[in-house]
T-cell receptor
Framework: EDQVTQSPEALRLQEGESSSLNCSYTVSGLRGLFWYRQDPGKGPEFLFTLYSAGEEKEKERLKATLTKKESFLHITAPKPEDSATYLCAVHKGGTSYGKLTFGQGTILTVHP | DGGITQSPKYLFRKEGQNVTLSCEQNLNHDAMYWYRQDPGQGLRLIYYSQIVNDFQKGDIAEGYSVSREKKESFPLTVTSAQKNPTAFYLC???????????FGSGTRLTVV
């Protein structure tokens, strides 16, 4: 069965304390891995798409990497405004285009 | 500006009542999706549609119904057969070539 597992469930950091969020997946024929940010009571906001192992993408303090079994979202010198739930999702081969399977998310809290 | 509009933001349903959640997009996206989000769980796919007048069941379609009469609109009806409808409902859309979703702001449904 296809699975997407995110860890940790919650992460508390001090402002400036760098860390990483993990997304492990077991799907056949990965076609894309997506990272989203979700603020409380709002819809997810797209961050990155990664398509192949070894690929990396960066945006401000965030950097996403991909291996054959997992993806990491690295947060460098976080600020309180980075506090949110970060969602990982995969699109696998053989499914109708665009249908994504999501992990349960990591709740990130950054204290000033 | 282009985007996805979900309404209402909050909805209260009485026992045995059907309710309809609205989702409208002006992004000219072909595909539209409905996901349900519960605390501590990932987004779960309810229904999706790739073209007008066609839609497919997702992982948790029981107790829900949809229609796709226009490219811009994909309403979701939560029927009385859905025994645990209290959740945060998210609508999304995507193009054929870009698998990233654009999400709406969500509707929070509560049974009273």
């Amino acid at each position: 069965e296809d699975q997407v597992t995110q860890s940790p469930e919650a992460l508390r950091l001090q402002e400036g304390e760098s860390s990483s969020l993990n997304c492990s997946y077991t799907v056949s024929g990965l076609r894309g891995l997506f990272w989203y940010r979700q603020d409380p009571g709002k819809g997810p906001e797209f961050l990155f798409t990664l398509y192949s192992a070894g690929e990396e993408k960066e945006k401000e303090r965030l950097k996403a990497t991909l291996t054959k079994k997992e993806s990491f979202l690295h947060i460098t010198a976080p600020k309180p405004e980075d506090s949110a739930t970060y969602l990982c999702a995969v699109h696998k081969g053989g499914t109708s285009y665009g249908k994504l399977t999501f992990g349960q998310g990591t709740i990130l809290t950054v204290h000033p | 500006d282009g985007g996805i509009t979900q309404s209402p933001k909050y909805l209260f349903r009485k026992e045995g009542q059907n309710v309809t959640l609205s989702c409208e997009q002006n992004l000219n996206h072909d595909a539209m999706y409905w996901y349900r989000q519960d605390p501590g769980q990932g987004l779960r796919l309810i229904y999706y549609s790739q073209i007008v007048n066609d839609f497919q069941k997702g992982d948790i379609a029981e107790g829900y119904s949809v229609s796709r009469e226009k490219k811009e609109s994909f309403p979701l009806t939560v029927t009385s057969a859905q025994k645990n409808p209290t959740a945060f409902y998210l609508c999304a859309s995507s193009t054929q070539v870009n698998y990233g979703y654009t999400f709406g702001s969500g509707t929070r449904l509560t049974v009273v």
